[in-house]
């Protein structure tokens, strides 16, 4: 079964950065499309960054110069350089990939990782 496991939030202050992980389990990275999703206080889940299979990435425009998002093949990870940090990203941050062939991503979700932007 496919698994994700979301860490590496926390506290920041605006401006500050913070990098997420996401171990997947059951399905290899490098050959699917990774995104990452957040959920904020009283709001659906969003997508906020896609990379492909081919290495090119894609965010939601309220993230596009602050936020990058990677891989590690070799540990089987996604990760989420988040810099820049506005109160505005304040949320729970899931992983999640691509079913392959259809455009749905997997119906199981993790715990998800608590990002909280205050001073």
């Known amino acids: 079964q496919v698994q994700f496991v979301e860490s590496g939030g926390g506290l920041v202050q605006p401006g500050g950065s913070l990098r997420l992980s996401c171990a997947v389990s059951?399905?290899?990275?490098?050959?699917?499309?990774m995104r990452w999703y957040r959920q904020g206080p009283g709001k659906q889940r969003e997508l906020v960054a896609t990379i492909s299979t081919g290495g090119s990435t894609d965010y939601v425009d309220s993230v596009k110069g602050r936020f990058t998002i990677s891989r590690d093949n070799a540990k089987n990870t996604v990760h989420l350089q988040m810099n820049s940090l506005k109160p505005e990203d304040t949320a729970v941050y899931y992983c999640?990939?691509?079913?392959?062939?259809?455009?749905?991503?997997?119906?199981?979700w993790g715990q998800g990782t608590q990002v909280t932007v205050s001073s």
């Open positions: 999640n990939a691509v079913v392959r062939g259809s455009a749905h991503v997997y119906p199981y």
């Open positions: 059951g399905i290899a990275v490098s050959i699917n499309v």
